[in-house]
């Protein structure tokens, strides 16, 4: 006799309704975990979770709308994203259009997930690495303008171009709260950090390699405040992320680990709780 799951692989409809009937399960199990850790951020990524799932207020709305729409116009764009007015520009700026730098941003859904975390940790000093044109930033910003507790982000990337796309955006949607650093992230990063002094979270993009990613997360590590949340992108994207976010997942310094699938959501441990929760793979739609 058939088991259960090979009889739902040979029906074409039923393997897509069971993956999100046992993503829904995992849902309702991972919520109810963070809840009850005791962590005063598991209840604030429960919290996000259930607001990731409603219909957000219509200013919120409002400002990922103008957002969107800074996105779509450099998605309009055919100008190339090196136009010799600083210089040769970053690793990567060759050859390539406005548009094909746009495309690589964070997607809505992705960073609607960015700008919420933002507005539940309440942060006082962000550090982005990997500014590429600003969405994500522009999310970031526009949750600690909302938060209105003077949070300030500082984003880094090696290209002047992407940067100063970065600013043009940022203004347009009053943001300004944004300081840009440019150069490479072994350059810059560590005099960053001590310019800001503490770092509250950090999200970290920009240099998808195994051992520059945990290069990186020791550097923020140091000045990250007591309930830091560390937030990796593209935990999926290559076999070195995949390693490097397995050995984060067993890091003890790390108490909370949560797999949003496209990225990994982290916050540090405290000294008085010895126990860690680390939390299935969590696909939100």
């Known amino acids: 006799?058939?088991?259960?799951?090979?009889?739902?692989?040979?029906?074409?409809?039923?393997?897509?309704?069971?993956?999100?009937?046992?993503?829904?399960?995992?849902?309702?199990?991972?919520s109810r975990l963070l809840n009850d850790a005791p962590y005063s951020r598991g209840k604030q990524l429960n919290e996000l979770l259930h607001r990731y799932k409603q219909d957000l207020p219509q200013s919120d709305k409002d400002r990922?709308?103008?957002?969107?729409?800074?996105?779509?116009?450099?998605?309009?764009?055919?100008?190339?994203?090196?136009?010799?007015?600083?210089?040769?520009?970053?690793?990567?700026?060759?050859?390539i259009g406005i548009k094909?730098?746009?495309?690589?941003?964070?997607?809505?859904?992705?960073?609607?997930?960015?700008?919420?975390?933002?507005?539940?940790?309440?942060?006082?000093?962000?550090?982005?690495?990997?500014?590429?044109?600003?969405?994500?930033?522009?999310?970031?910003?526009?949750?600690?303008?909302?938060?209105?507790?003077?949070?300030?982000?500082?984003?880094?990337?090696?290209?002047?171009?992407?940067?100063?796309?970065?600013?043009?955006?940022?203004?347009?949607i009053g943001l300004e709260n944004i300081t840009y650093v440019e150069?490479?992230?072994?350059?810059?990063?560590?005099?960053?950090?001590?310019?800001?002094?503490?770092?509250?979270?950090?999200?970290?993009?920009?240099?998808?390699?195994?051992?520059?990613t945990l290069d990186y997360f020791e550097q923020i590590y140091t000045y990250s405040t007591p309930d830091a949340v560390f937030v990796f992108d593209d935990i999926r994207w290559s076999d070195g992320m995949k390693k490097a976010w397995a050995e984060l997942k067993e890091d003890r310094r790390l108490g909370l680990v949560v797999d949003f699938y496209r990225f990994g959501v982290c916050v540090r441990s405290m000294p008085d709780i010895k126990e860690r929760y680390i939390f299935p793979p969590l696909r939100l739609k």
């Open 1 to 30: 006799m058939m088991n259960a799951k090979k009889i739902i692989s040979h029906i074409p409809v039923l393997p897509s309704l069971w993956k999100d009937i046992q993503n829904r399960i995992r849902f309702i199990r991972v």
């Open 64 to 95: 990922i709308a103008r957002i969107e729409a800074e996105r779509q116009n450099l998605l309009n764009s055919n100008e190339p994203l090196v136009d010799g007015s600083l210089g040769e520009g970053g690793l990567y700026d060759a050859g």
């Open 183 to 212: 150069g490479l992230f072994t350059d810059t990063l560590k005099n960053t950090l001590r310019k800001i002094g503490t770092v509250d979270l950090a999200f970290i993009d920009g240099h998808h390699q195994y051992q520059p």
């Open 100 to 172: 094909e730098a746009c495309k690589v941003s964070k997607s809505p859904k992705p960073a609607k997930l960015l700008y919420l975390l933002t507005r539940a940790v309440e942060p006082k000093n962000v550090i982005e690495l990997g500014t590429n044109v600003g969405i994500s930033s522009a999310y970031i910003g526009s949750a600690l303008q909302v938060n209105g507790m003077d949070g300030k982000l500082t984003t880094l990337d090696v290209s002047p171009y992407r940067q100063k796309i970065a600013n043009e955006i940022h203004r347009n």
